[in-house]
């Protein structure tokens, strides 16, 4: 799994990359055993830096295993000397709260854009006999740095980009490990877009990647072109919204590079795509329906015409995809059994047009699979404010697409754990204190155990709508978009309005969500937090 994540390869290219750093890759092993360097088999704790991505919540309980077991002291006030242990990834710009009692500090943001200066700026600290908390202490205010209780906050997110060219992902990030055990073998991870124009309001990447950028065929092809990989796996939010990505798929298929893609959306799933993705023996295609029904849909802000998603699967079934995919999201605040049986009807739908599309064919019989989670209301989002459903709503909710599925030929239900979705709702949207439910899960034997004694606690952080000017834990950042666009965004929601996408130009000309006057702001000056348009205001650029 370590090996098929992209984030910390970036860094690790961009660190090593330097002659005056010596970086070393530390995976957590089986068991509880103390991490060893998989370089050098050195120790962990022999290191004054641990620069640490953390991309999902649930990593926060390996994340404390790997220290206590390195016998490295698992809070800050209990490590007043070296090593600093240095938080980054989506959680550091998401709600880095409760890893705060834990981290010395957090990069804020794109690596590129200010991780080596902290990296050499410490080395100077460390050879020349600074001690930890006085390099912090000068630290504290480094661009995308944030030391909990020492920076000025809120500390802004940090992006690697131009606001003159608001549209263009300079650097894309790329694998430098690949290998036939890593979970996509011998792939060549390669980013092709962050950030997503559709802004779903459920989704956390939509709103803390902004502005959404694309890279350019050139530098990708490039990139190939030194590595020569057998396989090249695309990673993006919304690989269809790139114009290039025919013609690169097509660039690649001539030189004999495989490739794979992450989820595609059914609007972006043309005859053309679709075609040459068969022709290259792709045979699992995922389409994302997100809501129940079209209400659903429209508060999730999924603009999804529900003749198009027919069309792409009737076209899938035709074109000889053996394996649909269909993701659905459940335990939406406003969600009823009328919504169940608006997805029951159109599940009928999605059959028939399995039909028409595969006609006789028998040999290549379509399976579906319905993969349904359980919604976790992020920071940064608009359900920010959202209550979440409770375990017993959650599994009602399985019950009914359990039996909704089951008479139906050809297609599988998968559904995810709702305890496993409730704990990642307390982690998302605690603050500093749920360090101890961390803490309690490494000592007390799992999750479940320091959920039960955390019971109190877990239903103050997810069973209660929040009220409009209720502060929240990870406002100690600001990745950009306006608390005022948010709570605006939420009200939509509550009326099932659609609000539109980014719009090709780019926040120059949009300024939806605040973050184009954002990106003007160099951090001198108070952020522009009221920059939004006003609650009241429609979400039309037309006026
Ligand atoms: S200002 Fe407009 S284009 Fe820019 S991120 Fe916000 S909504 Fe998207």
Known sequence: MGLSALGWQAVYRLLAGQP?????RFFLGKGFDAPESADSQRELRLFP???VSVSFEEDFLPFLRALIAAGVPSTRTERPDYPLILVGGPIAFLNPAPLAPLADAFFVGEAEAGL???CLALKRAVFAGVGKQAFLESAK??????????????VRRVLAMSPDHCGLLATPA???FTGPQAAFPDALLLEINRGCPHACRFCAAGFVYRPPRHACMEDLQ???????????????????????????LRWLHARKTKFSLSSLRADGLTEELLCFLRACGIRTVTLALEGASERLRHAANKKLDAEVFLEAVERAARLGVNHLRVYLIIGWPWEGPQDYDELQAFLGRILAARDRGQGRKTSEFMRITLGASSLVPKPWTPMQWAPMASEETLVAAQKRLKDMTKALRGVALQVDAPFQARLQGVLTRGGEETFELVRMAATEGGWK???R??????????DRERGQDEAFPWEVIHTGVSRQSLWREWGRAKRSLPTPSCPRAGCAECGLCGLDKWLQNDGSGPEPENSGPSAEAPADRSG
């Open 20 to 24: 005056e750093i010596a970086v070393e």
């Open 49 to 51: 830096l641990m620069a």
């Open 116 to 118: 080596l200066d902290f």
């Open 141 to 154: 205010d480094m661009p995308g740095i944030y030391v909990p209780g020492l920076s000025k906050i809120p």
């Open 174 to 176: 790329w694998s430098c």
């Open 222 to 248: 490039a990139i190939v072109e030194e590595a020569r990989p057998p396989k090249v796996g695309l990673v993006g939010t919304a690989l269809t919204d790139w114009p290039e990505l025919l013609p690169f």
């Open 449 to 451: 155990k320091a959920m």
């Open 453 to 462: 004694l955390w019971a109190d606690q877990t239903r103050d952080i997810l």
